[in-house]
Structures are given as C-alpha cells and as structure tokens.
C-alpha cells in the first residue's frame, strides 16, 4: 500500500525558510513523479514542485522559481521541499503526492495527508 506522509511545516516569518518532508513507502514502480502541492484557503490548489524518479529531473511553479528547491534521498525514500523567502501568501496546506508515469498537472494518484505552513509576524 502506497503511503505518503508529510511533516516540516509550522509558523514561520516571513523572509524565513521552512523544509518540508515527504516520507514515500510502499512504490513498487519505477517511474513516478513526486510532486508538491498546496491550498490556501478560498484558493484552488496548485503545484509547486515536482521531481521525477528516473532522472531527478524537476520542475517549478513559475511564482515560486528561485524560491523553493526539490530535492530526493532514495536511501530515505524521501522527498524535500526546501522554502526560502517566505512570503505571508505562501501560508496554505501543502501537500505530496505521487503520479505513476511521472510528474503532470494534474491526475496524482496518491496523496498525503498535509502539512500546514503559515507566513506570519
């Protein structure tokens, strides 16, 4: 059974940074996408990161490039999302997920359960 566990969020400033943390077991494929999700309140969800498990490639939500990296350890089975620069407009739940087949919009088929990361003074 796949499984996706989130932690690393809290309250921060802004202009402080944050890791987020997504604990992968129970993949048996080999090729998937790992991505890194987020909603707001009153907002819809969107993607900020993902990376792909056969070459690392990865990609960025165009708001966030700059801001935020991703990253693996698959001797964690773990994936990263490091947050620098923290804006009070990043305050929302983020979530991980995996889509087999790759990185993609939309689609994941598994998720986690959330980490809540507020921006504030």
């Known amino acids: 059974q796949v499984q996706l566990v989130e932690s690393g969020g809290g309250l921060v400033q802004p202009g402080g940074s944050l890791r987020l943390s997504c604990g992968v077991t129970?993949?048996?494929?080999?090729?998937?996408?790992i991505g890194w999700f987020r909603q707001a309140p009153r907002k819809e969800r969107e993607g900020v990161a993902c990376?792909?498990?056969?070459?690392?490639?990865?990609y960025y939500l165009d708001s966030m490039k700059g801001r935020v990296t991703i990253s693996r350890d698959n001797a964690k089975n773990s994936v990263y999302l490091q947050m620098d620069s923290l804006k009070p407009d990043d305050t929302a739940v983020y979530y991980c997920?995996?889509?087999?087949?790759?990185?993609?919009?939309?689609?994941?088929?598994?998720w986690g359960q959330g980490t809540q990361v507020t921006v504030s003074s």
């Open positions: 129970g993949f048996t494929e080999h090729y998937y996408g």
């Open positions: 990376i792909e498990s056969r070459d690392g490639r990865t």
């Open positions: 997920a995996a889509n087999l087949g790759g990185c993609a919009k939309t689609g994941y088929d598994y």
